[in-house]
């Protein structure tokens, strides 16, 4: 059953400014960019970082994403929660998570759509799910957990896959659809890794859009992917993050935000970082696409068909 959370940002509790994130675009913090990023002071944009780079108490990764979390909104984003998990949810992680949302106070809060952990190993990968009543059931429960935890929604981010399980009894988007309903969570559209599975598993990246259900989407994710070949011989696609966004994911991104309106929007790039110029000018292209749409509402005006 979803439950109404107060905004996370409440007047008189902040410790940083609360800077809008609404139709901006933004990229991955990399620690190698902060001068860069310093030198050009108070500019529009937004930055994300991975929770579990700031787990520690203190030190270097703290004093670098305060500064930037005192000039720019901060999209906080889960790598190893392992939601999609069979074991419950691992309760330590869970309160270092729930610190750092409480101490930077970001703008965007999300995870993924996956699972990660088995007994205590810990896997590198983001794994796929059957999608089956079962693990319907088990996912509400931990987002339920980890939306109670931090005292507000979280953004949930459909998955880059490379197998499909014959057991699964319903479609990626009924799933993700029937999950916002039960939980009251967001979602993180990656449009990436839609473009990614669709070419991997042979569908249309356009169907998969028509069918998912945009109006919940409260932050876009784009990057780059690697294509490889599979045992077979065949086109394999990698979510990779390691370069620029291709052609084909600036196309689909374009009519997501068509039917959508501006919606934050993040340029991951994770490995073979460039120099900041470079990222900064990915971010520029997108920002580019939800400038051209400002006009369009987001408050649900936009057509999501």
């Not at 979390?69 to 901060?74: C, G, N, S």
């Not at 809060?109 to 059957?130: G, I, K, M, Q, R």
């Not at 980890?146 to 197998?163: F, H, K």
């Not at 029937?178 to 969570?185: A, H």
Request: aromatic share 8%; net charge negative.
């Amino acid at each position: 059953m979803p439950v109404a959370f107060p905004h996370p940002n409440t007047p008189g509790a902040s410790r940083f400014p609360d800077h809008p994130v609404a139709g901006i675009a933004g990229t991955s913090f990399k620690h190698e960019h902060l001068h860069s990023i310093l030198a050009e002071g108070r500019v529009d944009g937004f930055f994300e970082v991975h929770a579990e780079n700031y787990m520690g108490a203190g030190g270097p990764p703290h004093a670098a994403l305060t500064r930037i979390r005192e000039q720019h909104p901060v999209s906080l984003h889960g790598v190893c929660m392992s939601i999609g998990g069979p074991q419950p949810l691992d309760r330590a992680h869970l309160a270092r998570f729930k610190e750092l949302v409480e101490r930077y106070e970001p703008a965007l809060v999300s995870e993924h759509l996956a699972w990660s952990t088995h007994t205590t190993t810990f896997f590198n990968d983001l794994l796929p799910l059957p999608y089956t009543d079962a693990t319907l059931q088990r996912v509400a429960e931990h987002i339920d957990e980890v939306q109670e935890a931090i005292g507000r929604p979280i953004l949930l981010e459909n998955p880059s896959t490379y197998v499909l399980f014959a057991e699964s009894t319903m479609s990626e988007t009924d799933f993700i659809r029937t999950l916002v309903r039960r939980t009251g969570c967001g979602l993180l559209l990656d449009v990436n890794n839609v473009f990614v599975s669709a070419v991997n598993h042979g569908y249309s990246a356009l169907g998969y859009l028509a069918d998912f259900p945009l109006e919940h989407v409260g932050e876009i994710h784009l990057a780059g992917h690697a294509e490889q070949e599979d045992d077979e011989g065949e086109l394999l696609l990698i979510d990779s993050h390691d370069g620029p966004v291709a052609d084909a994911v600036w196309k689909l991104y374009e009519i997501v935000i068509g039917r959508r309106g501006p919606v934050p929007t993040l340029v991951e790039w994770d490995s073979a970082i460039p120099e900041w110029p470079v990222l900064k000018a990915e971010a520029a292209a997108a920002q580019a696409i939800l400038d051209a749409h400002a006009h369009l509402s987001l408050n649900g005006q936009a057509h999501a068909g």
